[in-house]
């Protein structure tokens, strides 16, 4: 695996005509991360991951510098994994002056959901993105490769992508489990074992609005507010702090339409003791 911390470095290891295979991440990786390099693999010439924490990301009460960053442990599993060339620029090669042009992506899908709960944080997303897939595909189209647990920001770069006529095409991944069905998350190592235990839970609330869906459930916007409501007082009552469970269109994050079968995802993001868990689920309706 070779290492490129600037920008020149990562244009001397990508040639033109090279068709790059591209895993963004913020480092602090785990399983789900290493499954995104290894669906890489194949799609493309060479195998790119990038670290990188993107400080537009983090909101004023986030705290940028608390996030975890493990550097040894990353190129080691990078390394096993296959990964052919890490792009790791610090702050000043990738913002060498202030971002002053950033991304702002459509109010009706970046303002919802995540976006209320962080206003701003898309941008900080988009922006980063944006520029990323600039410095890797500067020599020729390719494949980047984004997981579904961020189901949000999935759509958005998607929707970026196209509308930049960008020369990338935008593959899923699916969301990594433990074996009792938490998604794997670099959040997961701030849960106490109690709270390990507990997190489960966010699951199985999710399945369970699904398993509703999939039964037949009145999709009118009542019925669906009240469904919602219940799943979020369930995980209330045993000590979780709820931003959302919502039932929405997998096309635009909508609220469904009140019939007809259209394909839909349960998604959900609630704080356990003091770090915030995020999931979801894709279901068709009968």
């Not at 005509?17 to 060479?46: C, E, I, S, W």
């Not at 060339?85 to 109010?107: D, I, R, S």
């Not at 579904?148 to 930049?164: E, P, S, T």
């Not at 507010?225 to 709820?242: D, H, N, V």
Request: proline fraction near 7%; charge should be negative.
């Amino acid at each position: 695996m070779q290492v490129a911390h600037t920008l020149l470095e990562l244009r001397q290891l990508l040639q033109p005509g090279m068709r790059p295979a591209f895993v963004p991440t913020m480092g602090n990786l785990h399983a789900g991360h290493l499954a995104l390099v290894r669906q890489a693999r194949p799609l493309g010439d060479t195998t790119v991951v990038s670290i990188f924490v993107n400080r537009l990301q983090f909101l004023p009460h986030e705290d940028f510098d608390a996030y975890p960053r493990t550097w040894a442990a990353d190129c080691a599993q990078l390394e096993a994994a296959g990964c052919d060339v890490l792009f790791a620029p610090n702050e000043a090669e990738l913002y060498p002056e202030p971002q002053t042009y950033k991304v702002h992506p459509p109010a009706e899908l970046a303002d919802l959901l995540e976006g209320f709960f962080r206003p701003g944080f898309f941008i900080g997303v988009c922006t980063v993105v944006l520029k990323l897939l600039s410095c890797v595909f500067a020599g020729g189209p390719g494949v980047a490769v984004f997981g579904k647990k961020d189901y949000q920001q999935l759509m958005l770069i998607r929707g970026m992508v196209r509308q930049f006529a960008l020369p990338v095409q935008v593959v899923a991944g699916d969301t990594c489990r433990a074996s009792d069905g938490l998604a794997l998350s670099s959040r997961n190592g701030f849960l106490s074992p109690t709270e390990r235990i507990e997190a489960v839970q966010l699951s199985l609330a999710l399945q369970a609005l699904a398993q509703a869906v999939q039964n037949g459930a009145d999709l009118g916007a009542s019925a669906m507010a009240k469904l919602e409501a219940q799943a979020m007082q369930s995980l209330a009552a045993r000590g979780w702090q709820p931003d959302y469970l919502a039932v929405r269109r997998q096309s635009d994050l909508q609220a469904p339409a009140p019939s007809g079968a259209q394909a839909m995802v349960v998604l959900g993001a609630a704080r356990l003791g003091n770090t915030r868990l995020i999931d979801n689920l894709e279901v068709t309706s009968p």
